[in-house]
């Protein structure tokens, strides 16, 4: 196994050790107000979750869809938590070594590492070996570049600060194979978080007060080299009440689930899709914008938003471009 990188303690790091100490005792206590432990898991056939798992479902959504895990062979979950979302990427890859599980946090391996133990006598189909838990950061993962098919986390990346971040994308796009996927669940703001939240350790652990506005989380992801961005769900999350924050007007936090894909950047910007559509209306059968689109007459088709705006451009009664609906179902081509 590798050993994992050292991570250079800088300023922007000081809010790390609260993080650290908070997620030890989540792991050992339950806190059923740290994200959203009410969000129930996905429900598989056979599969059996421990009780202890459910009750540290730290997360703000999901991150296992059969879409993304059908034909993985190698998956990557990091903030391992209470190994529910690793149990549930075990159900579809069932070999050994299929799931690599990582945290920084001792007391969440060993909460992990017991809780799959007791996972095994519940699930016939489920081996320990099947999940290998490894201690490391998300900053510097202890994975060899491009093993990996499908990386994910949840309600994790949030917590970092933009300097973080960008480190920690750089670290899954490099683990990742060519045409492998980042599944990712975090909240994002309505607007800018003002410093005064942004720079408390204890909201920022809490995953409340580091979350980014989405057209910059977007630019981010793509900016470490992710040229096809999916956001699958967005819902509200959270609010700031203006009351116990210090805040002008109450502050509306959502969470997304967002799938980017490692393929290049297109020169002129990458694909994300928000669930916008283009229908065509016209006499003829099909319209071909002569780009690789082709859409059947009164048939919606879904698009990214740079292609919805080309399309839009193009001034046509006979096309028709629906808004984000922020549900994307993998129907397009672009």
Known sequence: MLEPRPVKDTPSNDYQATVDA????????????????????????????????????YGCGSTVHPRDLATATRCLYVGVGGGLEALQMAWFLRRPGGVVAVDRVDAMLDTARTLLIE????????????????KGD???????????????QNCLFNIFTRDHLDRALSEMHRVLRPGGRLVL???????AIPAHLADDPRLRAECLSGALPLDEYVSRIVAAGFGTLEIRSKRPYRVLDRTRHGLDEHLLLETIELVAIKD???????????????????????FDDGKGHRLMRDVPLGVCDKTAAALAALGRDDLVITGSTWHYAGDGCC
Do not use: Q
């Open 138 to 152: 998300a900053l510097a993962l202890p994975v060899e570049d491009g093993t990996i098919d499908v990386a994910a």
């Open 185 to 191: 669940s975090d909240p994002v703001a309505t607007r």
């Open 264 to 286: 290049p950047v297109p020169a002129d910007g990458a694909c994300v899709f928000t669930g916008k559509t283009a229908i065509h209306l016209g006499l003829d059968e099909v």
């Open 22 to 57: 908070l997620y030890a005792d989540a792991a050992t206590t339950p806190m059923s107000a740290l994200c959203c432990t009410s969000t129930p898991p996905w429900r598989l056939p056979g599969l059996e979750v421990p009780r202890g798992m459910l009750e540290r479902n």
């Open 119 to 134: 996972a095994e006598p519940l699930n016939p189909w489920f081996d320990r070996s099947f999940v290998e838990l490894r």
